[in-house]
T-cell receptor, first 112, second 112 residues
Framework: AAGVIQSPRHLIKEKRETATLKCYPI?????VYWYQQGPGQDPQFLISFYEKMQSDKGSIPDRFSAQQFSDYHSELNMSSLELGDSALYFC???????????FGQGTRLTVV | DAKTTQPPSMDCAEGRAANLPCNHS???????VYWYRQIHSQGPQYIIHGLKNNETNEMASLIITEDRKSSTLILPHATLRDTAVYYC?????????????FGKGITLSVRP
């Protein structure tokens, strides 16, 4: 069965640069969630979208923005990168809100 | 602000049942109990969820107490590949607040 696809899997950026992470949900899923997991930490919710509209927002820095496109894929844009942004970024998708969400394998972002 | 508490760790012998407890004493009537697990740095994996009845699937069983204030995830025959962090999550069943809020989780170590 098709799973959530995230790209790239690994990304290395320098401080103050910009990064774009992409998430392709499971076919027919209309809800996308983004999470950040720092070293030794638990996943922290950033933002979610349902039917291409932002549905919830967590502890997402103002330097980050995200959107969900007409084909339901989503992109997380991160600007003015800081060393502390180094983390695993996971995307999850579900069919409607409040149903089981399935996670991708994540993007490992390293800021140097 | 996770609404669940879990012991930090436990272990069990390979081939034995692993019973992972979770307390959620402030759970509301419309909130489900979800279980996910994360094998080192991989994306969290959905296991099972339930509202008030016990549930079973190919991965595990979920036993929810009658007052719904606690639950137990049962892996009937643990294998070495079940070593992971297991997260018990309380999640709204309706409305826009559908994000999964990860707490500390319980680290299960399966020993040979």
């Amino acid at each position: 069965a098709a799973g959530v696809i995230q790209s790239p899997r690994h990304l290395i950026k320098e401080k103050r640069e910009t990064a774009t992470l992409k998430c392709y949900p499971i076919p027919r899923h209309d809800t996308v969630y983004w999470y950040q997991q720092g070293p030794g930490q638990d996943p922290q919710f950033l933002i979610s979208f349902y039917e291409k509209m932002q549905s919830d927002k967590g502890s997402i820095p103002d330097r980050f923005s995200a959107q969900q496109f007409s084909d339901y894929h989503s992109e997380l844009n991160m600007s003015s990168l800081e060393l502390g942004d180094s983390a695993l970024y996971f995307c999850a998708s579900s069919l409607r809100e409040n149903t089981e969400a399935f996670f991708g394998q994540g993007t490992r972002l390293t800021v140097v | 602000d996770a609404k669940t508490t879990q012991p930090p760790s436990m272990d069990c012998a390979e081939g034995r049942a692993a019973n992972l407890p979770c307390n959620h004493s402030t759970i509301s009537g419309n909130e489900y109990v979800y279980w996910y697990r994360q094998i080192h740095s991989q994306g969290p994996q959905y296991i099972i969820h339930g509202l008030k009845n016990n549930e079973t699937n190919e991965m595990a069983s979920l036993i929810i107490t009658e007052d719904r204030k606690s639950s137990t995830l049962i892996l009937p025959h643990a294998t070495l590949r079940d070593t992971a962090v297991y997260y018990c999550i309380v999640r709204a069943s309706t409305g826009a607040n559908s994000k999964l809020t990860f707490g500390k989780g319980i680290t299960l170590s399966v020993r040979p």
